[in-house]
């Protein structure tokens, strides 16, 4: 869930879309976490706001697999 432009010198930039993570969220389908490789800071203050979004690096996945499996969210 995020988007991607290309420049004009062939590079790749990502770009943040906080506020439409917030709508998906809202209107489309709950998202209980989000782990990210390269977490922008903007997208951890998601869980700081309605409808709280926890965005998480991804080698926390490894150390919540447990909990996750055991809430039946996974």
Avoid at 14 to 39: G, K
Avoid at 48 to 64: A, C, D, N, R, T
């Amino acid at each position: 869930m995020a988007e991607t432009n290309k420049q004009k010198d062939i590079s790749v930039v990502e770009v943040c879309l906080p506020n439409q993570w917030m709508a998906y969220q809202m209107y489309i389908a709950q998202m209980f976490r989000v782990y990210y490789f390269d977490v922008p800071q903007v997208y951890l203050r998601l869980k700081e706001k309605y409808p709280f979004i926890q965005v998480k690096p991804f080698g926390e996945f490894y150390s919540e697999i447990d909990k996750i499996e055991k809430s039946g969210l996974a």
